[in-house]
């Protein structure tokens, strides 16, 4: 079984950038992809964009040019990096890892305030 951990989440402000981790453990698995979400306050979630474990990336049209997601595969983590954040950017972020045998599992989210 495999476990994520999202890390990085606070409160900044308009135009700041973030960086938010995405932690996997465990043993046993094979991810294929690992996506991001966000919910916002009020609003359903959404897909923010991802990684496959062969380095296709692909990112939401509402984040694209400014959220860039890269791995460290020595950590088993991937980033998020968050850059001209606004306040439209405040949500809970989640990840969640793709994988052989059926595997879906979220992580417990990492709240980010865009706030001034």
């Known amino acids: 079984q495999v476990q994520l951990a999202e890390s990085g989440g606070g409160l900044v402000q308009p135009g700041e950038s973030l960086t938010l981790s995405c932690a996997a453990s465990g043993s046993g698995y094979n991810i294929y992809a690992i996506t991001w979400y966000r919910q916002a306050p009020g609003k359903p979630r959404e897909l923010v964009g991802g990684i496959t474990s062969d380095d296709k990336i692909n990112y939401a049209r509402s984040v694209r040019g400014r959220f860039t997601i890269s791995r460290d595969n020595d950590r088993n983590t991937v980033y998020l990096h968050l850059s001209g954040m606004s306040a439209e950017d405040t949500a809970v972020y989640y990840c969640?890892?793709?994988?052989?045998?059926?595997?879906?599992?979220w992580g417990q989210g990492t709240m980010v305030n865009v706030s001034s």
């Open positions: 969640r890892a793709w994988g052989g045998n059926g595997l879906d599992v």
